[in-house]
């Protein structure tokens, strides 16, 4: 895949992981139904973001230097993170008794949602700094992104609406991050 196809389709992703991030939202707030629908699709946030964040990654590469590659990774490792951790949620412990699900959030497992949690915030921190010195996304939903990430990252750890308003925060800066890659499209030879 040439990278003029790749950043139209990291766009498209970044407005999917947007929609996603406002439905999970919505539906921990009680504003959609807790469906079967609404459940499975919640781990697809993270990893829409994910795509995305290569392709936000990739068209600033040069500008964000070794920070832009280390926020990267670590950004990509808690989003990978994050996305195992929604689905252990949304298809493991949802269906354990509340013994179970304690006893493994007591534990190791909950040890590593932590330690999750931690990663993805040192990305997006180091991969917004990057991103603000390279220069090449407006500042404003780059700021937007981490201000929303870090409640978006600590989901049991803040109050619930502060993660919700971190969700909507952070997906508002993925979609408008997401724009200049889908005005990418315009630049793809027809084939």
């Not at 996305?83 to 412990?93: G, K, P, R, W």
């Not at 354990?96 to 304690?102: E, H, S």
Request: include cysteine.
């Amino acid at each position: 895949m040439t990278s003029t196809r790749l950043f139209p389709l990291a766009g498209s992703a970044g407005l999917a992981c947007a929609l996603l991030l406002v439905v999970n939202a919505a539906r921990r707030a009680g504003l959609l139904p807790d469906t079967d629908l609404t459940e499975s699709i919640a781990p697809l946030a993270a990893l829409a973001g994910l795509f995305a964040l290569t392709g936000l990654y990739l068209w600033q590469r040069a500008e964000a230097g070794a920070l832009g590659l280390v926020g990267y990774v670590l950004n990509a490792a808690g989003l990978a993170g994050a996305f195992a951790i929604e689905y252990t949620l949304h298809f493991v412990l949802r269906y354990l008794d509340p013994g179970t699900v304690d006893r493994l959030v007591d534990g190791g497992t909950g040890t590593a949602f932590r330690a999750t949690a931690v990663v993805l915030i040192l990305g997006v921190l180091a991969f917004s700094a990057a991103s603000l010195r390279a220069r090449r996304f407006p500042p404003i939903p780059v700021a937007l992104y981490a201000v929303g990430m870090i409640p978006g990252s600590l989901r049991n750890a803040v109050p619930e609406p502060l993660y919700l308003s971190g969700l909507v925060l952070a997906a508002l800066a993925v979609a408008w991050l997401s724009l200049p890659l889908l005005a990418l499209i315009k630049e793809v030879p027809a084939t």
